[in-house]
T-cell receptor
Framework: QKEVEQNSGPLSVPEGAIASLNCTYSDRGSQSFFWYRQYSGKSPELIMF????GDKEDGRFTAQLNKASQYVSLLIRDSQPSDSATYLC????????FGAGTTVTVRA | EAGVVQSPRYKIIEKKQPVAFWCNPISGHNTLYWYLQNLGQGPELLIRYENEEAVDDSQLPKDRFSAERLKGVDSTLKIQPAELGDSAVYLCASSLRGRDNEQFFGPGTRLTVL
């Protein structure tokens, strides 16, 4: 089992809708969780991090963490065409472990 | 402030040839990482440096890959000889010491082995 699993996608949503991205991780002791955005041909950039159970909101992005279920998600509200990218979930134990990513396309 | 700089951005070589990638981290960042990213996958850590010391190279295929960071600033990753399966994007990232939760990535080097 891979350390970090993401819903495979691709995910296509209309402009203005909510995009929901899911991620599960295998190490119950993991403490810190990240969402990176990667545009095609570009390097990953950090958009959210979350350490505690519950929700964390930053603008149109909300990260949700449930350590008991070993589950972390990212919601993108009011999706814009500029949100079209691959979103990578990452878990930091002794190193940063990334999922394979979910590609999101926002249709204008 | 300049970000992480990598060169070259693209490299095409024939199999069995050597290749080297260079990375200059953000000024003041003690920690430097090399990642490999295959198409459709997330980055995978190859090696992590704290200053000039390689503190985690467990994922580095040491039969053909080597890395150095002699003065604790810029770093070079080398492959010799390259194989077809080495075609990927090689990403360098850096962070402040103890702040590996806040890694900044360079643009990467896209390697194609023919």
């Amino acid at each position: 089992q891979k350390e970090v699993e993401q819903n495979s996608g691709p995910l296509s949503v209309p402009e203005g809708a909510i995009a929901s991205l899911n991620c599960t991780y295998s190490d119950r002791g993991s403490q810190s969780f990240f969402w990176y955005r990667q545009y095609s041909g570009k390097s990953p950039e950090l958009i959210m991090f979350i350490y505690s159970n519950g929700d964390k909101e930053d603008g149109r992005f909300t990260a949700q963490l449930n350590k008991a279920s070993q589950y972390v998600s990212l919601l993108i509200r009011d999706s814009q065409p500029s949100d079209s990218a691959t979103y990578l979930c990452a878990v930091n134990d002794y190193k940063l472990s990334f999922g394979a990513g979910t590609t999101v396309t926002v249709r204008a | 402030e300049a970000g992480v700089v990598q060169s070259p951005r693209y490299k095409i070589i024939e199999k069995k040839q050597p290749v080297a990638f260079w990375c200059n981290p953000i000024s003041g960042h003690n920690t430097l990482y090399w990642y490999l990213q295959n198409l459709g996958q997330g980055p995978e850590l190859l090696i992590r440096y704290e200053n000039e010391e390689a503190v985690d190279d467990s994922q580095l295929p040491k039969d053909r890959f080597s890395a150095e960071r002699l003065k604790g600033v810029d770093s070079t990753l080398k492959i010799q000889p390259a194989e077809l399966g080495d075609s990927a994007v090689y990403l360098c990232a850096s962070s402040l010491r103890g702040r590996d939760n806040e890694q900044f990535f360079g643009p990467g080097t896209r390697l194609t082995v023919l």
